[in-house]
């Protein structure tokens, strides 16, 4: 009789692996001390995404189901690092960017892995990635948490950046000009006033192409195979609770739904653009694709003008599976 599954397992190479549906990303969740730092270990995850013949892997279909979290154990109480990393199939890139999702998938491993055992009713993280700072509530309707209050703080440097890497800029495509303002807030976000009902593929390229111009003009330099996010917008209504109709393309893919640091973004990139910020709306309605996003920000009022300390929604997640990849090209040490 041949030997059960995991006894084989205990003489492989191997990395634990955790599968997170948050949102609407599937996310493949690891231990950051077990992946090799560098070009090594992007290396591993590209083999444990994509499979060493680009096929196979535990990647999927779309760049949502491609998306990488190597987190690290708590350090203190309730507080631990992780780092984002999307993986594009078609170039085999493999790059660091800002995902809310990421996020709280992460939370969940550190809530089940901690030495703490998520007793705690707010977490604390970092995305290596960006450098974004992050608080993290559990609902608390069950042990393991359904969902997750997701709250990015705001810096002096984020606040800055919401200004735009730019004014605003213009392309024109078939005839028709849109304005369009490129913002770095963790990923390079290409804010374009269109209705996204109008959008097609050859205005998400010329936006995408434009945008990128502009932002390695005014000093942007990434890494080979960045793409921008460019978010088309129209606003249906103004007042103590704005309502946007958005949306989000990536490397030319609409996302399924709407990503969760796009939607905090596009929020807090328009409040900071009213011309009476005194009145800045706290909570928001993203109307996208597959439903609506409530986004709410935090002021400090104490002064004479309002300051963004934060931005805050609400992601679902799912543990799908969990388990140990094998990783038979590296040797055991």
């Not at 089940?112 to 055992?117: A, C, E, F, N, Y």
């Not at 917008?233 to 399924?256: C, D, M, V």
Request: charged share 20%; glycine share 8%; proline share 6%.
């Amino acid at each position: 009789m041949l030997p059960h599954f995991s006894t084989l397992m205990e003489n492989v190479p191997a990395a634990t692996f955790m599968l997170v549906r948050s949102g609407t990303s599937r996310l493949v969740v690891l231990d950051g001390s077990q992946i090799r730092p560098g070009g090594q270990g992007h290396k591993e995850i590209l083999s444990i995404m994509l499979g060493r013949d680009r096929h196979g892997g535990l990647g999927g279909p779309t760049l949502q189901d491609n998306k990488v979290v190597l987190v690290w154990p708590e350090e203190e109480l309730a507080k631990f690092r992780f780092r984002f990393l999307q993986v594009v199939p078609s170039t085999r890139a493999v790059l660091p960017m800002e995902c809310s999702n990421s996020s709280s998938a992460s939370a969940m491993l550190a809530q089940l892995g901690g030495h703490h055992r998520g007793a705690e009713s707010q977490w604390q993280a970092v995305n290596l990635s960006t450098g974004q700072r992050i608080e993290l509530r559990p609902n608390r309707d069950r042990e393991i948490a359904s969902a997750w209050a997701v709250r990015f703080l705001a810096v002096p440097g984020t606040r800055k950046a919401l200004k735009g890497l730019t004014g605003d800029h213009r392309v024109k495509i078939r005839g028709e000009t849109i304005t369009f303002r490129p913002v770095l807030v963790g990923n390079l976000f290409l804010f374009a006033s269109v209705d996204p009902e109008r959008v097609d593929a050859d205005m998400v390229a010329a936006i995408a192409h434009a945008g990128m111009q502009v932002a390695r003009k005014a000093g942007f330099n990434p890494k080979l195979g960045y793409a921008p996010k460019v978010i088309p917008y129209t606003i249906l209504s103004f007042g103590s609770q704005p309502k946007i109709r958005t949306a989000s393309y990536y490397h030319g893919e609409r996302h399924r739904s709407f990503p969760g640091s796009a939607a905090m973004a596009i929020c807090a990139f328009l409040a900071s653009t009213q011309t009476d910020v005194s009145r800045a709306p706290t909570r928001w309605r993203l109307h996208h694709p597959s439903g609506v996003i409530e986004v709410d920000l935090g002021f400090d009022t104490s002064g004479r003008v309002p300051i963004l300390l934060w931005t805050e929604f609400v992601t679902p997640v799912a543990l799908l599976s969990w388990g140990a990849v094998a990783m038979p090209w590296r040797r055991r040490s």
